[in-house]
């Protein structure tokens, strides 16, 4: 079973603060992604990466940066959250495929911002 | 401007009987469609899927049919169960690895 796992369900952060979300996948999955979900506006894409130091953004990356040094590992940063930033994100992997491929998800991490 | 749109943002159905869920999406060059299924405090989890080179695929009690001249799909569950009351989200990719989602539609099967 493909397994991705965040690196915490639940944060609470202050408004300037530095935030890091962790994510892992054991899959060896080339691609990945963090989204956030909002309700009204579903899930929408920040970064994805397909290897290694890759980055390339989507709709909404303003605010966020991202880093990927592992295969296994994608983070997403907020250099200095703000309370617009309060919301559930979510990441994902999948294969590199010359056709479509799912994506499978990680359980989310709620966060906060006061 | 939202490329994937599922304009119910929530249905009620009774247990026993048919589930129909909507997307419809504007991006002629979407290729490959998926539905989500959420539950709360949980990640989405993969539903079923399409080609644009086929209208229908079933999977059990799920059935997804997609209407490319009307940028149309639908999500049919029958019969439903109390355990698909879930968040189920449309998406859609022109490239087969990103994906554009829906806003979701709440389902709730009442027993």
């Known amino acids: 079973d493909v397994k991705v796992t965040q690196s915490s369900r639940y944060l609470v952060k202050r408004t300037g603060e530095k935030v890091f979300l962790e994510c892992v996948q054991d899959m060896d999955h080339e691609n990945m992604f963090w989204y956030r979900q909002d309700p009204g506006l579903g899930l929408r894409l920040i970064y994805f990466?397909?290897?290694?130091?890759?980055?390339e953004k989507g709709d909404i990356p303003e605010g966020y940066s991202v880093s990927r040094e592992k295969k296994e590992r994608f983070s997403l940063i907020l250099e200095s959250a703000s309370t617009n930033q309060t919301s559930m994100y979510l990441c994902?992997?999948?294969?590199?495929?010359?056709?479509?491929?799912?994506?499978?998800f990680g359980p989310g991490t709620r966060l906060t911002v006061l | 401007d939202q490329q994937v749109k599922q304009n119910s943002p929530s249905l009620s159905v009774q247990e026993g009987r048919i589930s129909i869920l909507n997307c419809d999406y504007t991006?002629?060059?979407?290729?490959?469609f998926l539905w989500y299924k959420k539950y709360p405090a949980e990640g989405p989890t993969f539903l079923i899927s399409i080609s644009s080179i086929k209208d229908k695929n079933e999977d059990g009690r799920f059935t997804v049919f997609l209407n490319k001249s009307a940028k149309h799909l639908s999500l049919h569950i029958v019969p439903s169960q109390p355990g698909d009351s879930a968040v189920y989200f449309c998406?859609?990719?022109?490239?087969?690895?990103?994906?554009?989602f829906g806003a979701g539609t709440i389902l709730r099967v009442k027993s």
């Open positions: 990466s397909y290897d290694v130091k890759m980055k």
């Open positions: 998406a859609a990719s022109a490239d087969g690895n990103k994906l554009v």
């Open positions: 994902a992997s999948s294969f590199l495929a010359g056709g479509p491929v799912e994506q499978f």
């Open positions: 991006n002629s060059m979407f290729d490959y």
